[in-house]
């Protein structure tokens, strides 16, 4: 018989060393005779359901060490032939390998368990038919968890036993979760929970609440998720729950590493992984050194995540989890390629691909793949990364992928142009930019959707621009940037109108239907463990699969409806006057494409120039500007490093600069965060003293924003916001706020010079649902307070409002929802322009109001200083209360702030940026 010492101070109550070693000496026994021979006292079903009772409130290296023995149990009850007791104890066994999530054995048991049920006690059925629907659920067999739960959970109902019905209802808002059907598994969880404490089940009271908060992330309601697990965390320690109360505090990082703070994020991982560490939960401590890992690539720390993903894949593999180990393959191999370490790469893609193969999961697959062509197309293999793309490409012809779909036709431009194939290349490039400009709407897509989707195409857009200066197509260069830049924005100015053909149910059920896709496609891209990749799959090709069918439907019954977005313009299609230059920016790893368009001699013109510089060295340039700006460093500090910029990006254009009042620029990349009007030239003349300048993210995208813009009657309505006092100190980084006594002063400025009608709001009267309902209704707005932009989570970047007890945040994509109808915003608050860099500008806060609908927003690159804003408030809206253009009045305004003795230093007035349209 084996024997452990480590057991026994893990025993559970009423076990002794003597039981615990005969049972696992039976359990692993081939020929258990021998062993059934000795302890006839034992084999009774009273001390067996004694024992099968104890295995109650274990820790999980318990439950693995016990496995063994709760197989004995099952061979004892079998010999005694008590058929409650042989389901009892095949519930246990079950319920080890969920918790454990250790699958391995477990088929042969679930098959005699749904066999014994049918004759078994309500009781029993209902133990035992949950316990088999969530490893039907696990094991991805959805229509059968589904059957396995209701009929538990109608046995639980006939029984009228609040803490049964409440466990069933737990269950069946796992499936629905499962299935993507997130409101019903919120009714269902939260019926639980009210059953749970009828019942006075603290622990399932915990389980409910953290499983509220896995709910809560996916549906995008972040404030609610870490209610929830503040809760769970609470109810866990009442029911003396470890590990509910470490899964807790993991899964409260998971919600700030999607919010974009990765900081706090990090902090719940490091505690959550000592917990885990202390209770022996093996697979869970696997998981939060893989998300911390994920963590620490993000922040750039290649080697301290390569270490992490070594240690992750070690526990995989003593876990027997193929589909762990083939996630952390994966990962590794996209730090060895940010590493440049494309050898390594390439064969660690290998590796994973082959792990993907064999699980039968072909999206990953495809991705192993991309990234292995693409590390051998920096090695110099092209015609090995065209086979390697060859196989990703007849598994993408069953797997139906947007995002995959550019990335091939990306890759495969680029083999067949280092092959020499250069119609080939150009073939493939355009499809790749069609296929970028035809992504689906994004409008109402969720928080998560919007930044992570459109940032992995920049690139892509920008080497294809630069492969065409390269060669002096500078029409195709800029067909290039229109097909690739700016068109979830164009298309969200477009929305109104593109559908004029649907009922509102009809339009309504698209737009649902199409969200879910996306939302299900995203949420696959991020999905961390294997059995969320497994459910997230599921659900894409559900989604997927439902919305084209209604597409079909739909086409049928109005044949003129075109669903993709508005066609790029070519460059004579723009409104350009001969004051006004265009210059699109493209950055590539290693090049910079500079295209221009004029109007001259009643042509549009173009040229351009291409200069091989690396985005590191761009990138550095302009955060060193950024930082002497901000810091207040000298002038002559300022100026010298603002010529290097101006010399890069303004010098190559010195003679279409001439007789020039207006620029448009369209930013690429780290450009967006550069300080136009900061820009001087060898003789310290800034940019801005030499015209105005104005920003959009492509010049499709610029004339659309003119269109929108198209003369109205003259705005009056006007609305402004303003916020002084931050009460409270919440737990994470937004809450840190200062109060801002210029944030009133500013307010009581700009209404002195618009004079009426104007509805101010001030502090207490600035809360997020007063400032909700009055957004839509003004013809211009003007918010005063702090501001905090997420450059990971775009989209959840947010402006603070007034909170009894801690700031209300509106975030971003809740501005995504209003249609406004202001034709100016202007967003007087800290870095409201900076947003993360994506194919379809920087994406922020002044882009979710571009996109509501303004096709004018002023913003901010930096940390305004209080004491300036109210002065540039009031010189801007008195000229343009008086008929200036706002991209004139914004310009005045700060050439005379930059006039005025105190305010003299560029952080004072080179902050602002005008978005959008410019007339």
């Known amino acids: ?150 009929r538990a959970y109608t046995a639980a109902q006939g029984l009228g036993n609040d803490a049964l019905i409440g466990q069933c209802e737990y269950m069946l808002a796992l499936l629905a979760h499962t299935a993507g059907d997130t409101d019903s598994a919120l009714r269902w969880v939260q019926r639980a929970r009210a059953n749970a404490q009828r019942a006075n089940q603290l622990r399932g009271v915990a389980e409910c609440y953290t499983f509220e908060g896995v709910v809560r992330r996916a549906r995008g309601e972040y404030d609610q998720a870490l209610a929830a697990y503040r809760a769970g965390i609470q109810a866990s320690e009442q029911a003396d729950f470890p590990l509910g109360v470490a899964r807790c505090i993991a899964n409260t990082g998971l919600v700030y590493w ?103 999961i072909p999206l990953q697959a495809v991705q192993a793949r991309q990234l292995k062509a693409n590390a051998l197309l920096q090695v110099d293999q092209p015609r090995n990364a065209r086979l390697t793309l060859d196989a990703a490409q007849r598994l993408l012809e069953t797997l139906p992928n947007p995002t995959l779909a550019v990335h091939q036709a990306y890759l495969l431009g680029e083999a067949h142009g280092k092959l020499g194939a250069f119609r080939a290349a150009r073939r493939q490039f355009e499809a790749c930019l069609r296929l970028i400009r035809e992504t689906p709407a994004l409008r109402d897509a969720p928080p998560e959707e919007v930044g992570v989707y459109l940032s992995q195409f920049r690139e892509i857009v920008a080497s294809i621009a630069g492969y065409y200066g390269r060669a002096g197509d500078w029409r195709a260069a ?123 001699g009643g042509r549009t013109q173009l040229g351009g120039r291409v200069v091989r510089i690396p985005a590191e060295t761009l990138r550095a340039e302009i955060q060193a500007l950024l930082e002497a700006v901000e810091s207040g460093a000298s002038l002559a500090t300022v100026q010298a490093r603002a010529r290097v910029l101006f010399e890069r990006l303004i010098r190559p254009l010195e003679a279409q600069l001439q007789g020039v009042r207006r620029i448009m620029v369209c930013p690429d990349g780290d450009l967006h965060s550069a300080p136009w009007a900061v820009l001087c030239d060898s003789r310290g003349r800034y940019l801005l003293e030499r015209t105005a300048i104005a920003s959009c993210p492509s010049a499709s995208a610029w004339a659309s924003a003119e269109r929108l813009a198209r003369p109205k009657p003259p705005p009056r309505r006007m609305l402004v916001a303003a916020v002084s006092e931050f009460r409270g100190a919440g737990g994470d980084t937004r809450a840190r706020l200062s109060p801002l006594p210029g944030a009133l002063r500013e307010a009581n400025a700009v209404q002195r010079v618009w004079g009426s009608p104007v509805q101010a709001l001030r502090n207490q009267q600035a809360t997020r649902a007063g400032l909700t309902r009055a957004l839509t209704q003004a013809d211009v707005l003007h918010l005063a307070t702090h501001a905090t932009p997420n450059l990971r989570m775009p989209m959840l970047s947010a402006i603070a409002l007034w909170g009894e007890s801690e700031p209300q945040w509106l975030y971003a994509h809740e501005v995504l929802q209003q249609r406004l109808r202001a034709r100016l915003t202007t967003l007087s608050a800290c870095q409201t322009a900076v947003g993360a860099t994506t194919a379809d500008g920087a994406l922020g806060l002044h882009w979710a109001f571009l996109a509501a609908g303004c096709p004018t927003v002023l913003a901010t690159l930096w940390r305004l200083p209080d004491a300036v804003a109210p002065v540039w408030s009031e010189r801007f809206y008195a000229r343009y209360k008086a008929g200036a253009s706002a991209l004139t009045a914004m310009r005045e305004a700060c050439l005379a702030v930059r006039r005025t003795p105190q305010f003299q230093h560029p952080r004072y007035w080179g902050a602002w940026q005008c978005f959008g349209a410019t007339r």
Not at 4 to 10: E, F, K, S, V, Y
Not at 495 to 523: H, I, K, M, N, V
């Open 1 to 150: 018989m084996c024997y452990n010492p480590a057991m026994q101070a893990t025993l559970p109550e009423g076990w002794t060393q003597a039981e615990y070693a005969w049972l696992s000496a039976l359990g692993q026994a081939r020929d258990p005779a021998r062993l059934l021979d000795q302890h006839r006292d034992w084999q009774r079903a009273a001390w067996v359901q004694a024992k099968l009772d104890a295995l109650q409130g274990l820790t999980p290296d318990a439950m693995q060490r016990l496995t063994p023995a709760v197989q004995g149990l099952i061979r004892l009850a079998d010999r005694l032939g008590a058929l409650e007791l042989r389901c009892y104890a095949r519930e246990r066994r079950l319920d080890f390998a969920l918790a454990l999530y250790d699958l391995r054995g477990v088929s042969p048991v679930m098959r005699e368990l749904a066999g014994l049920l049918p004759r078994a006690s309500s009781v029993r059925q209902v133990n035992g038919w949950r316990v088999l629907a969530g490893l039907y659920r696990v094991l991805g067999e959805l229509a059968q968890a589904q059957q396995a739960a209701q």
């Open 258 to 360: 999607t919010m974009g703070l990765y900081e706090d994020a990090r902090l719940h991982y490091r505690e959550a992984m000592t917990r885990f560490q202390q209770l022996g939960a093996e697979w869970d401590v696997a998981t939060c050194t893989l998300n911390t890992a994920i963590l620490l690539q993000h922040d750039g720390d290649y080697e301290g995540a390569l270490e992490l993903y070594a240690q992750a894949q070690r526990r995989y593999e003593a876990l027997g989890d193929t589909e762990g180990v083939a996630y952390c393959l994966l990962n590794r191999a996209a730090v060895y390629d940010d590493m440049r370490q494309h050898a390594r790469a390439a064969q660690t893609a290998h590796q994973a691909a082959t792990l993907f193969d064999r699980l039968q």
């Open 478 to 600: 800029f067909d290039a940037c229109q097909q690739g830049k700016g068109n979830a924005l164009r298309l969200a100015w477009n929305a109104p109108l593109s559908l004029p053909e649907l009922t509102r149910a009809e339009r309504g059920r698209l737009d649902a239907l199409r969200q879910r896709y996306e939302t299900a496609l995203s949420r696959q891209s991020r999905a961390r463990t294997p059995a969320e990749v497994r459910q997230r799959r599921r659900e894409t090709e559900r989604a997927l699969l439902e919305w084209r069918a209604y597409q079909r439907t739909l086409a049928a019954r109005y044949p003129r409806l075109n669903w993709q977005q508005p066609e790029p313009l070519r460059p004579e299609q723009l409104p350009l006057d001969e004051q006004t230059l265009l210059i699109e920016y493209a950055v590539a790893p290693d090049w910079l494409t500079i295209v221009w368009a004029r109007r001259q």
